[in-house]
């Protein structure tokens, strides 16, 4: 979803979000990587390239691969507890949901969508919870998906989201940063 998997690159929400805010946001988003891969990368991607803000936005390939939100849960929640500890402030992005009526035939070979799309609910609340908690800012990509009136023109595949999808992104990530002042 941050990478751009399937929209080109100047489609993306980071880069029209780049353009829109005017200042070096890098998309250090890996098609198909899990939390795990996040948590591994993170010192690399994010502190020794000396960011001063982080968005953390992963989980569904973690329900997708493995039917559980655990891991995912334990990797945002080590994500952002490193990122305030190493300085760099830690904004948590709520992902976007599944769009079961569009998703590839395909891939619902792998596993039971309608299962894992409860499971997305449960950790996307469990994330809401969290940020509360830790008084952790949200960008909140499920909400504004969910209350749009095509939900079906956002996706490619169900999962990942198209052009107009990412510019809805864009648009949600651009006025949390206003909001911030950062």
Same mark, same amino acid.
Request: aromatic share 8%; with cysteine; charged share 20%.
């Given at each position: ?20 805010l005017g200042c070096e946001i890098v ?61 760099? /402030? ?18 619902? /070979? ?10 997305? /609910? ?5 994330? /809401? ?54």
């Amino acid at each position: 979803m941050t990478y751009g998997f399937g929209v080109k690159h100047n489609d993306t929400w980071i880069a029209l979000a780049t353009g829109r805010l005017g200042c070096e946001i890098v998309n250090a988003g890996i098609n198909g990587d899990t939390t795990g891969g996040m948590l591994a990368r993170l010192r690399g991607d994010v502190f020794d390239a000396g960011a001063d803000v982080v968005v953390i936005t992963g989980g569904a390939n973690d329900i997708v691969t493995s039917g559980t939100a655990h891991a995912a849960q334990s990797n945002v929640a080590a994500m952002v507890q490193q990122s305030a500890t190493c300085g760099v /402030r830690p904004l948590v992005g709520i992902p976007v949901p599944f769009d079961l009526p569009s998703l590839r035939p395909d891939w619902s /070979r792998l596993t039971n969508f309608q299962e894992a799309s409860e499971i997305d /609910r449960e950790y996307t609340q469990w994330l /809401r919870l969290f940020c509360s908690v830790f008084r952790v800012p949200t960008v909140d990509f499920w909400s504004a998906f969910e209350n749009h009136c095509a939900r079906g023109a956002l996706y490619l595949d169900g999962l990942h989201p198209t052009p107009e999808g990412h510019r809805l992104m864009a648009g949600v990530f651009c006025r949390v940063i206003e909001e911030l002042s950062l």
